[in-house]
């Protein structure tokens, strides 16, 4: 990434993690749930449900992290098989002077970090489990959670730190990229660049929050995610709800962690960075794909007139484009995803407005 870019934006790291659930089965079709957290009224997006995951670190990026990953004899070609065999790839995966290791690598222990620092869930790997072939990742707990919590909160370096004390390493082959998103341009003050992994999980670990970003945590199925929003309860910010809406298309975790595997390998990432359009009746949010979504879109700064269509209702404008991928907001609540376009990455589709689909 050019000095230029990187100065607009932080880079990010979360977790879709998919944990299997026999209660699921017995109130809905799903055999998995998905753990999110809620953000506290203090908090930015105060309310808001959201994965785990945070800003990457200095201390992610390290070289001692390949000194301690070969200790555990791990050579190159194991590091090689997640790295990513397209060449259609984000600003995020870029290599510059400050990424020390490779940022498939770096990235990977961002979201496994930050989601032991949030919610106390170490997803990780001893020696005789980096042989184990199984699609579904380990999980560490037998240890002082809390007191490891607050070290890593305070510096992030001593992740590295409790995963020598307890001879496991960051599960990196587990997390399998499945999307990235950018903060749109009119929010210059606080822009992200976050890449989302998800995970498979054999059981539903417990949860310890402890830092001031967590009100609380919830396993939900993509359905329950999706009413919480609908009923005022809780709600979900556009990243969070478009993915749910992809998850609530799969109800079967034996399918959705082998697709995330294969597709997260081969198939490219098509970055999500959203066009904003107001209208009478609330805002448009349009994706690549969308008619109202530029060819070239500039990432830095906003082109297009967020107010050209004020005059006209989201209905309206929706009539006006035969090409459809997009999220309309009429309120938190009154959300509507439509799209009729075929993804440009081989990605599942979300659960869109029942006019919308193909």
């Not at 930050?114 to 020696?127: A, Q, R, S």
């Not at 390998?265 to 359009?277: E, G, K, Q, R, S």
Request: net charge neutral.
């Amino acid at each position: 990434m050019s000095q230029s870019l990187k100065q607009l934006w932080k880079h990010s790291s979360s977790l879709i993690i998919l944990g299997k659930s026999a209660e699921a089965t017995k109130i809905s079709n799903f055999n998995y749930k998905v753990l999110v957290l809620e953000r506290p009224s203090k908090a930015s997006y105060p309310g808001a449900l959201v994965f785990p995951g945070g800003v990457a670190e200095q201390s992610d990026q390290v070289e001692d992290w390949l000194k301690f990953y070969r200790k555990f004899g791990i050579d190159d070609t194991k590091f090689t098989s997640i790295f990513k065999k397209c060449s259609n790839r984000s600003f995020i995966f870029n290599h510059d002077s400050s990424n020390i290791i490779n940022r498939d690598i770096s990235l990977r222990i961002t979201a496994i970090r930050e989601t032991f620092e949030e919610l106390g869930v170490l997803i990780c790997k001893n020696k005789e489990q980096l042989n184990d072939s199984s699609l579904f990742s380990n999980l560490s707990n037998n240890f002082d959670v809390a007191f490891w919590q607050k070290q890593v909160y305070k510096d992030a370096s001593n992740f590295l730190k409790l995963c020598e004390e307890l001879n496991v390493v960051p599960d990196l082959w587990s997390l399998h990229e499945w999307s990235v998103w950018l903060t749109p341009t009119f929010k210059r003050q606080k822009r992200f660049e976050t890449v989302f992994y998800l995970v498979g999980v054999k059981e539903q670990p417990n949860i310890q929050v402890t830092n001031d970003e967590v009100q609380r945590s919830l396993w939900l199925t993509p359905k329950e995610l999706l009413d919480y929003n609908k009923s005022g309860e809780n709600w979900l910010p556009p990243p969070q709800l478009y993915e749910s809406s992809r998850l609530n298309n799969e109800p079967n975790i034996d399918k959705i962690v082998p697709f995330a595997r294969e597709r997260g390998m081969n198939a490219p990432t098509t970055l999500i960075f959203p066009m904003h359009y107001h209208t009478k009746d609330g805002i448009i949010h349009c994706y690549p794909g969308d008619d109202f979504y530029p060819k070239n879109p500039n990432y830095m700064a906003t082109e297009h007139d967020l107010e050209q269509y004020a005059e006209k209702t989201c209905d309206e404008c929706r009539k006006m484009a035969e090409n459809l991928h997009r999220i309309e907001l009429k309120s938190l609540q009154n959300v509507q995803i439509w799209q009729n376009v075929k993804l440009p990455d081989n990605h599942l589709s979300p659960q869109t407005t029942p006019e919308s689909k193909l």
